[in-house]
């Protein structure tokens, strides 16, 4: 067979204005290793500042930040550099910790260029530093029509493949070496999710969680199924979503080969499939019905390891499991392990 030449591995600036270019620069300084074959797509000022930050102050010579040409030089850089492809035209660097306009565009620029060059095959996979939503709002169109990274993958994916937006479902996956949820819907209030906890959307989101984790598991997933109502409606006293729109999801997911089991109770669920040292879980992955339902038991495991995926997209995309904490944004502080974490599931994930 032929040998495929290994392709560089893209991370994306994140809210210049917020801790994504100190966590950057921090992952390349502590681990050049993990962080070989990866560049940076964003602005070069904006990650030397990053790394300024992250430099000890008894070190005299800073970690330095390279500028490339092409995503392939990423490939052949100098260890102990910090690779850059200048995506996004070069301007003045924005406030630290501040919601501006001019860094939500520069933020998605960046993500709609990693997007892009995945979709042409220039990328393995794309790892996206944290954005600010309200910032990307304030960029205006095209952003201000996207609650977040998911949504505007999802429109560049589509774009690329010629199909309507709804054509690409997608899913958001948040995951640690411990549990694994997908969610059936991501950014949008609780009655509106509420409204969509129908059959179809279940059906869809079985399929996607079983391709998708199957594929990374390399064998069938064991999917459970949250309930959305407490005791998963008590066999309708507490609700009727259980038996009218869940149940018959799974059990259509079920005829088609899917391994899925449920609805159970949301508050038991994910103890049951938690894998710990001392104890296998029950269940590869939960699918659970709204945003907070699902996060929450995975963010309390620990934010450190989280990594949040999308699924259903024709490229791997992986993200940090945390936000753009502005209020410690510049200090140097911040923790690079989801990060890692995240760039060591994109290299697992395209291979």
């Excluded at 330095?64 to 003045?92: K, N, W």
């Excluded at 066999?235 to 009727?240: M, T």
Aim: charged residues 20%.
């Amino acid at each position: 067979m032929p040998s495929h030449a290994p392709l560089p591995l893209a991370i994306t600036l994140g809210d210049p204005a917020g801790i994504g270019p100190e966590i950057i620069a921090k992952a390349f300084r502590d681990q050049p290793e993990a962080l070989r074959g990866c560049f940076v797509a964003g602005d070069v000022a904006s990650v030397r500042r990053g790394a300024q930050c992250v430099q000890p102050p008894d070190v005299q010579v800073g970690l330095p930040v390279a500028e490339i040409d092409t995503p392939a030089q990423a490939l052949t850089a100098p260890p102990g550099c910090i690779p850059v492809l200048q995506v996004v035209p070069a301007q003045a660097l924005v406030p630290l910790g501040q919601v501006s306009a001019q860094a939500g565009r520069i933020a998605g620029d960046c993500v709609t260029w990693a997007a892009r060059a995945a979709l042409r095959g220039e990328v393995a996979a794309i790892v996206t530093a944290p954005l600010h939503k309200e910032a990307l709002a304030a960029a205006g169109a095209p952003y201000d029509q996207y609650p977040g990274h998911t949504e505007l993958l999802q429109a560049e994916a589509a774009a690329h493949l010629g199909r309507a937006v709804a054509d690409v479902p997608v899913r958001m996956m948040l995951a640690n070496d411990e549990l694994r949820t997908v969610l059936a819907s991501i950014h949008m209030s609780l009655r509106d999710a509420i409204e969509s906890v129908t059959e179809r959307n279940i059906l869809e989101t079985l399929r996607i969680s079983h391709e998708s984790v199957g594929a990374a598991l390399r064998k069938a997933p064991r999917i459970a199924v949250a309930g959305l109502n407490p005791h998963a409606g008590e066999g309708g006293l507490f609700g009727c979503e259980e038996i009218e729109h869940i149940a018959p999801a799974i059990a259509q997911a079920r005829a088609e080969g899917i391994d899925a089991q449920g609805p159970f109770a949301p508050d038991t669920v994910f103890m049951r499939a938690r894998h710990t040292p001392q104890r296998a879980g029950e269940f590869d992955v939960v699918v659970a019905m709204y945003h907070d339902q699902g996060l929450i038991p995975v963010k309390y495991l620990g934010v450190e390891q989280g990594v949040n995926v999308t699924l259903g997209l024709p490229f791997v995309r992986t993200s940090p499991d945390h936000g753009t904490a502005f209020d410690i944004a510049g200090r140097g502080i911040a923790s690079a392990d989801s990060l890692l974490s995240a760039v060591r599931m994109a290299r697992a994930l395209s291979q």
